[in-house]
């Protein structure tokens, strides 16, 4: 099986694109897949200084996602589901056999890929399970390495 590593990002595949340029006829044009590649979204400082005196307050911590990284990732899912919601068919909803998410074993970066998936794939009817939320679990793969800080994806079948 051949294997593709990325360092610091999750991936996110969807469904990747013909190559398009303008002399194409818009009408003939077909998407076969999207690649989303992706780093995780604003974040609070790694460490502090070693002399700095004012402690500003990170809510989730140091090295996690503010609430601007959480806001950010969310309209990014958004934007993705509006960008390719009239070409297609799967993000009508979502469908476990059409999509698949990567990320490294960083918080991080599981959630900015979840927050992400919330804002592309909120729940139809058929698919809510609490009327009161509009959201979905969605999974988020990870790979099996020691070393937290690739993630691998598995590319066979994936060339058009």
Known sequence: ????S???IFLLIIVANECISNSINQDN???KFVFILMRHTNRAPLSRYKNQTDHIPWPRGLGELTDQGIWNAYRAGQALRERYLNFLHPLQRYTPSEIDVSSTKVDR???TAGYLLAGMYPPNDEQTWNKDLKWQPIPIKTSLSKDHQYVQIPLDGMII
């Not at 099986?1 to 593709?4: G, S």
């Open 6 to 8: 990325l360092k610091y």
């Open 109 to 111: 970066c599981y959630q």
């Open 1 to 4: 099986m051949v294997y593709f």
């Open 29 to 31: 044009l077909q998407l």
